[in-house]
């Protein structure tokens, strides 16, 4: 019977330096500056990133603090009309009881904003 062939020895792995003669200056110089873009991308995005979060932090705040506003106006509103209420129809009352004749009620109801 025949004999089985042999395979060939398997070469060992070869490293990456190995492989590549020496780096050129120009790729050594290519390859700082591709490490130095990669760094100051990371940088760059890590800013943008946190000034995005500093931001939505403010914006927040702010629509918090608008809401609380428009809160106290509405609350402020609606004291204002109770104030006011009483005040005009007294106002309204003495110029009834000052004015006599049929432009009494008249002048009473503009006063007030109401027509006759």
Partial sequence: PAAPAAAPA?????????????MSEEERKRQARRER??????????RRRE?????????ASLKAENDALRAEVQRLR?????????????AAAAIVSDASG???????AAWLGMSA
């Fill in 10 to 22: 398997a070469a060992a792995p070869v490293s990456d330096e190995e492989q590549k003669p020496e």
């Fill in 37 to 46: 873009n990669r760094l100051h991308a990371v940088a760059s995005r890590k």
């Fill in 51 to 59: 000034k995005s979060e500093a931001l939505e932090a403010e914006n």
């Fill in 78 to 90: 609606v004291q204002n009309a109770r104030l006011v209420d009483p005040v005009s129809v007294n």
């Fill in 102 to 108: 049929p432009l009494a009620d008249e002048n009473a």
